[in-house]
């Protein structure tokens, strides 16, 4: 019995030495974000451990707190989109990106509200969260003038404000059509709200890939290979438990904060719709996004690279 004991506590010290031992990937992500659902089920199923590293979330404000902290260097890791990667390496500053969600929201109205098309928002108030380079407002804008249906800026009145905002005022009625970030759009379409036209739609009639992830990990491109591809590689396990197995959900949902069943369901839905399939990218999908970002934005939202930059995206070995 005690030479039991003193092999269970060996192994247990030598497996919290091995922990400690591992390196550390700080990745700083918004305290309320959505990637927290995956980052939680990593840390939760060690898969950091599994794949060689220690994963440190370091909480984040809004606005620029993310991007001043890697940029900085208090950080390894951070969350935003692929645009903004490809106008920082086009800067010249060495950086990855890993896939991390193709989710984008639409333009929800209230289901009596008599709003049923985009020609219908003449006149209208929009919220827009996100801002006026917002590049969901971006793709309906281009949308709408190339079906012929409307100058959405033009023909409506827009207001800009934070996602959690412009839900509020699309549910309290203050806006008459809000497009907002995706987990937002989830609890408004459960809440009663209706959906006139989606982003993926708008994307696939103006030419482009709505497979095309959006989101991702931004990696400090000095980091080491293995360790950027056992963040991949754990991201790719958590996803899978998110896809096919409801308990995974079960786990973290006093993070997801849902207020009934039916919106921790949309929530659900919409994370798993957000998905990317498979490991590699399509860089010339990517490449043809851009290029529409840059024309629709400018400068100001894709900095200097009008063209897809090299080398930008990370590779995991199957």
């Not at 203050?174 to 379409?189: L, M, S």
Request: hydrophobic share 45%.
């Amino acid at each position: 019995m005690i030479r039991s004991l003193f092999i269970a506590a060996a192994l247990l010290l030598s497996s919290a030495s091995w922990s400690a031992e591992l390196p550390t990937i700080r990745l700083g992500a918004l305290a309320y974000g959505t990637v927290n659902w995956e980052l939680d089920t990593i840390k939760n199923n060690k898969l950091d451990e599994k794949y060689g590293f220690k994963l440190d979330v370091i909480p984040m404000g809004g606005g620029s707190a993310s991007d001043i902290a890697f940029l900085g260097g208090e950080i390894d890791v951070m969350v935003s989109d692929f645009i903004w990667a490809a106008a920082q390496r086009a800067e010249g500053r060495d950086l990855k990106f890993i896939p991390y969600s193709t989710a984008v929201g639409g333009i929800m109205v209230k289901a009596d509200s008599g709003i049923n098309s985009l020609k219908d928002l003449a006149g209208k108030r929009i919220g827009v969260a996100g801002g006026p380079l917002d590049k969901s407002w971006l793709i309906l804008q281009a949308y709408a003038k190339q079906e012929g249906l409307l100058d959405l800026k033009a023909d409506t009145k827009q207001e800009y404000g934070a996602p959690p905002i412009m839900f509020k005022a699309a549910m309290s009625g203050d806006i008459d059509g809000v497009i907002n970030f995706w987990h937002f759009q989830a609890k408004a379409k459960a809440a009663g709200l209706k959906e006139i036209i989606s982003v993926q739609d708008a994307a696939k009639s103006l030419g482009l890939d709505p497979s095309v992830p959006l989101l991702g990990y931004i990696v400090n491109g000095k980091m080491d290979t293995k360790l950027s591809q056992g963040l991949f590689a754990a991201s790719r396990d958590a996803k899978a438990m998110l896809s096919n197995d409801d308990a995974a959900f079960d786990a973290v949902r006093t993070r997801m904060k849902p207020k009934n069943e039916a919106e921790f369901e949309a929530l659900k839905a919409g994370f798993r719709a957000g998905i990317p399939t498979g490991t590699t990218v399509d860089e010339a999908a990517v490449d043809n996004t851009l290029q529409m970002m840059a024309k629709l934005g400018g400068p100001d939202l894709v900095g200097k690279a009008t063209t897809l930059p090299k080398d930008l995206f990370i590779s995991l070995d199957n």
